[in-house]
């Protein structure tokens, strides 16, 4: 079956660095387009990048434009986020999502908490 791990997240000092992955296994990895969400308490959740199949195109939400790079390595089918020059307000579960063949699928979430 189709499964997506995250891993990565933490506790971070303003400023600092994380760097999330996503294992994909289940389904064909490279002509799937791969993303990353977040959730914060009390807010809907929203797309922070997305990156498609093999290729690249790449898109970012205008809030983390220049902070956050969006990666995928076919070969071991995993996607990564790299979050630089973290904020508070970058604080919420992060989501790995892919999309394929018309259907769609979530990994189980990674907390990021981003605070002094």
């Known amino acids: 079956q189709v499964q997506l791990v995250e891993s990565g997240g933490g506790l971070v000092q303003p400023g600092g660095s994380l760097r999330l992955s996503c294992a994909a296994s289940g389904f064909t990895f490279s002509p799937a387009a791969m993303s990353w969400y977040r959730q914060a308490p009390g807010k809907e959740r929203e797309l922070v990048a997305r990156?498609?199949?093999?290729?690249?195109?790449?898109n970012y939400a205008d809030s983390v434009k220049g902070r956050f790079t969006i990666s995928r390595d076919n070969a071991k089918n995993t996607v990564y986020l790299q979050m630089n020059n973290l904020k508070p307000e970058d604080t919420a579960v992060y989501y790995c999502?892919?999309?394929?063949?018309?259907?769609?699928?979530w990994g189980q979430g990674t907390q990021v908490t981003v605070s002094s």
């Open positions: 999502k892919a999309q394929i063949y018309g259907n769609a699928y």
């Open positions: 990156i498609m199949s093999a290729g690249g195109r790449l």
